[in-house]
């Protein structure tokens, strides 16, 4: 079956069930709202740590200020003392001849250039930051970072189930994939995402092309987990790399087909999301289904290997 045969395939498979895949495909909206939100709350209280207005008088400031004080007693004093009617002399060379008597009071004194005792004030501002405060907020960033982290690593698995059940024609809403996602097999399906994410990091860590083919060949591990209650993680994860052998180059091709569609969620800010996810997912597990359809030879021994039929 080719792609577009696939597509409109998984068309016909979505009629009338949008509205059961409305909630699902909404949860990538939710989860941007709440990482933005979240980083705008963590710089708000980042900036309120940092208190500015705690400025501190240094001790210049306060040098300043009883230096003017002091000056302003000297002047007041001369003020005080020519309004009593004392006259002192301005002398030069300490010569007190009259000759040299320049008869100056205290007016010409004041009127006469002096060097000002008045030193400039200068203010100091500390800035003081609460290392306790930001401590709470990184912890906080932390909590949400990793919490995002794990709905992202989860998210794509609980779309194949919803997937899995709307190709099957059993009825599914949030809630259900939910509960049979999380509560019912919360271990299964999460140590297996986890240790997909982990394995795929490592391989991309030699070079980015081995981590794509390791994503490649785990990509039908939930499909597996779905279609098959008693394979564990591990086993899921080895039978996704066996029937994904061959096949790898044409699921690349067949995911790159949607980025067209993924680029218009980008700019209608998730909205389109609502068409694109579940015509992704559908036609996914149309593409896995073909998969199981020309391997289904793999499973003539399932009781010797374990894997039930499907």
Known sequence: MIRIELKKK???HLHGHYGSWSLIALIPC???FIYFFSIMVLFQSSADIVDQSNDYRSWQEDYSEKSNRFNNDYESGYDDGYSDGYDDGFY???SYGKDNYNEKNLDSLANSPAVSLKNTERTITYTQTSTMGAGI?????FLVGTMLLLVTI?????VQWAAVDNVEGRAFSLKTVFVAFIRENGKRTVIANILVALYTFLWSLLLVIPGVIKQLSYGMTNYLLKKDPELTPKEAMELSQVLMKGYKLEYLIFSYSFIFWQ???FISFGLASVYVIPYYGVSEVLFFDQIIAEKHHLFSQEKEAGFADF
């Open 263 to 265: 680029f218009a969620t």
């Open 137 to 141: 907020s990184g912890f906080i960033g």
């Open 10 to 12: 998984a068309q016909a």
């Open 30 to 32: 939710a989860a941007l």
């Open 154 to 158: 989860l998210y794509r698995g609980l």
């Open 92 to 94: 030069e060379d300490d």
